[in-house]
């Protein structure tokens, strides 16, 4: 489906856009070898951007001798050059200085992930070493991980409780600059400078609800800034102008909490599917047979099984799946006889076993049976289907007939009950209740929690839920309010007979509609910067001649994708439904929907998250806050003298001296700060913790440059990030 987000980072002689060469990670080693052989040094972080990316092989195939991490200890190597892919941390400079001053390669091109900060900058252009040493110098725009063809991620999971921790006021400010940045690199990478829009929240009732604006103005800031300081972005083309849309997690509370019946979806929800840098499931391959063993498989891009199936509803994924067993079997006669049952999930799976000569089509095929297998005991099992009815009633409001449903809580009570409904289960029910309501009056709350037998400490997580705007409680006496939802649903349209158990869409979904037909309201999503003509919203619904396929291309000629990019960031986690979604409205409205985010939500890690919104942020283990990583002393350790030298100084055996950062530190650099920001109110002081979002409502809108240009050379031009910023105080606001 058009343009993927994995090939514009990995940029492979099959990538359609070609002019990104310079910044994307294969041609810019490519440029960098030109033929000659080098050693390619990374850091921890960067090498994770990587090999999300690339493989090693296809690196080590670009005349690349070794790959090197420079944290580790290496052998010197003065002969040779080396490309340095790193990440702009301060550490990491500490340890490519420390290689300038061994001179442990001969010459050196420095690449960063991201902006380089003009402090860590100005102290490598300082070093007279360093000027002589370093070949070349640019940045790349790729600090982020391509999860899918039009989805990424940031794998931080940590931006959740950042944005609506109450105790997170200091980490507010520079969390919004970082997702600034990657945001921009994200746009720099697909050739977009879009128009950038946002949610903005009707009749808010929690205090992030400035959180989506604040963090648009900060990203068209940097897009400003970048496309000062880059006069050839965004790079000449014939799509219309792309849209970034910012939103955030409170847009949509309903989608983290309902079960969804797509594989995907339902796979996350209800297995136990390990999702970091690889996403895996636990599973006996070839079980039954003398070969049997326990397999971590992995789920990517390249299982097609996976990327063909993972949006259909599980009903019609297991069908596919049997039925493309069968064709296999037609095809392969002699792997079967006349009297296999080719009708069960189970009776497949044995026979799968016995196709040795068919191993990666095996293993794939015995996957995804078994997950599917396991996703319909658990739905069997623990009652979703008679769940998921009351479910969608609540989550959109009408019944299967489009009318009010009717006898919601004694549903919802009679569940309950059952106990073959989980307690986690129970718990989304009750969030579910309370949202549909409105809220209840908080005796009403304890009474589920008691009925529901669950601990009153999920009272807490359904508390919590007011942080993102979702009104649990109300008072006795108090003045209810008919608030409209952002998307009223569309009662005339007729309910599909077999989508009962699907009519919930995200709220996402509603939105792109909207705004492929240029229908979205700019009340609820005005742009940052208000475009000139009133009236091209509703000329971009029409449709353009230029996004249109010409009916003159034949079959051998390739044809230009000139189809609209749209680029939606959710903050604070997205969900697979809302995935989807993107993936089915760019299908539907011929655009290239990419959706962007902190991290994928699950329900299990969306309860998880809004229950820790109420403990202790120390308790959370924030990287924002953890001491700055230092270093490794071995860098910094000199060859031992010969037996005639004198010995060195006293308190420093072995001809060692102390790495940055240590107690003795480097002579004329300051000691490092504490985690976190500097200034502004502490957890623990004597005043009373504000919410983060209070730093938000105290931001100023107009705000100095920020920091995301990238250096394309090495040339006499004054770059962006070697000037100064404009001091700030902790909110933004510039000091006067």
């Known amino acids: 489906m058009g343009t993927s987000v994995i090939e514009e980072q990995r940029d492979s002689e099959n990538t359609p856009y070609p002019q990104k060469a ?6 810019t080693i490519k440029a960098i070898t030109a033929g000659d052989w080098k050693i390619l040094v990374v850091d921890n972080d960067s090498k994770r951007i990587i090999d999300n990316a ?74 007279a070493l360093a000027k002589q040493a370093i070949a070349g110098f640019e940045t790349l725009s790729i600090d982020y991980f391509p999860r899918e063809s039009h989805l990424i991620t940031f794998r931080d999971p940590w931006s959740f409780p950042i944005l609506y921790h109450p105790a997170c006021n200091g980490l507010i400010r520079k969390h919004m600059q970082d997702l600034a940045q990657k945001i921009t690199g994200l746009c720099v990478t697909l050739g977009e400078y879009p128009k950038v829009r946002y949610y903005r929240p009707q009749n808010p ?51 983290p909490l309902i079960h969804e019946f797509t594989y ?18 636990h599973m006996i391959v070839n079980e039954g047979s003398p070969d049997a063993e326990e397999k971590d498989m992995e789920l990517t891009e390249k299982d097609k099984v996976w990327v063909e199936n993972r949006h259909r509803h599980m009903k019609d994924t297991i069908d596919k799946l049997m039925s493309d067993f069968q064709r296999f079997l037609d095809e392969n006669p002699h792997f079967t006889n006349s009297n296999s049952d080719t009708t069960s999930l189970n009776a497949i799976k044995d026979m799968m076993a016995g196709l040795p000569q068919f191993q990666e089509m095996k293993e794939a095929y015995s996957l995804h049976l078994t997950m599917a297998q396991e996703c319909m005991n658990i739905f069997q099992h623990h009652k979703l289907s008679e769940m998921s009815p009351i479910e969608q009633d609540m989550a959109t409001g009408l019944d299967e007939d489009n009318r009010k449903p009717k006898n919601v809580l004694d549903t919802v009570v009679r569940l309950l009950d059952d106990d073959a409904v989980t307690q986690s289960d129970r718990l989304r029910l009750i969030m579910m209740y309370l949202l549909y309501r409105d809220g209840v009056i908080p005796e009403d709350v304890k009474r589920l929690l008691a009925h529901a037998s669950l601990p009153p400490a999920d009272g807490e997580v359904i508390s919590n839920m007011e942080l993102l705007g979702g009104r ?16 009223p649903v569309n009662t005339k349209a007729p309910v599909a007979e077999d989508n009962y158990m699907s009519r919930f869409n995200p709220a996402v979904k509603t939105m792109l509609e909207y705004l492929c037909r240029g229908a979205l309201d700019q009340t609820a999503f005005p742009y940052v910067k208000p475009p000139l003509d009133p009236n091209e919203d509703a000329l971009i619904g029409q449709g353009s001649l230029r996004a249109a396929k010409p009916s003159w291309a034949g079959a051998g000629r390739r044809v230009v994708d000139n189809r609209q990019r749209i680029i939606v960031f959710m903050a604070g986690g997205a969900t697979f439904s809302e995935s989807r979604a993107c993936y089915e409205v760019g299908a539907a409205m011929n655009r290239d929907v990419f959706l962007a985010t902190s991290h994928m939500l699950t329900p299990k890690l969306f309860v998880r998250q809004v229950g820790d919104l109420s403990v202790d942020k120390r308790r959370l283990d924030i990287p924002m806050e953890r001491p700055p990583p230092r270093a490794p002393a071995h860098l910094f350790e000199r060859p031992a003298p010969p037996m005639s030298a004198p010995p060195g100084p006293p308190g420093l055996p072995g001809g060692q001296r102390p790495p940055p950062g240590g107690p003795q530190r480097v002579p004329g650099r300051a000691p490092p700060g504490p985690g976190g920001l500097p200034g502004g109110p502490r957890p623990g002081g004597t005043q009373p913790l504000a919410p983060p979002t209070q730093a938000m409502g105290n931001m100023s809108l107009h705000t100095s440059k920020p920091s995301n240009a990238s250096d394309a050379s090495t040339g006499s031009k004054p770059h962006k990030i070697e000037k100064e910023k404009k001091k700030r ?5 510039k000091k006067g």
């Open 54 to 127: 690339v493989k090693e092989d296809d690196i080590l195939n670009h005349n690349i001798a070794n790959i090197e991490r420079i944290e580790e200890r290496r052998d010197m190597n003065p002969t040779m050059d080396a490309i340095y892919i790193l990440s702009p941390q301060a550490h990491i400079v500490d340890c490519l200085m420390a290689d300038i001053e061994r001179r442990r390669y001969q010459r050196c091109f420095l690449v960063w992930t991201t902006v380089l900060d003009p402090q860590l900058r100005r102290r490598i252009d300082s070093s």
């Open 472 to 487: 649990m409680t109300h008072g006795l006496k108090d003045v209810r309010k008919d608030i409209q939802p952002l998307f």
């Open 729 to 733: 105080n902790i909110f933004g606001m």
């Open 22 to 27: 310079k910044s994307l990670i294969i041609n």
């Open 264 to 281: 995907q979806a339902m796979a996350h929800d209800l297995l136990p599917i390990k999702d970091g840098d690889k996403t895996t499931f």
């Open 205 to 255: 009732i929690h205090e992030a609800s400035v959180l989506s604006s604040h963090l648009a103005r900060f990203i068209s800031e940097e897009l400003d800034e970048y496309a000062q300081w880059n006069p050839n972005f965004p790079p000449q083309n014939s799509r219309p102008q792309g849209v970034l849309i910012v939103t955030d997690r409170s847009m949509d509370l309903m989608a």
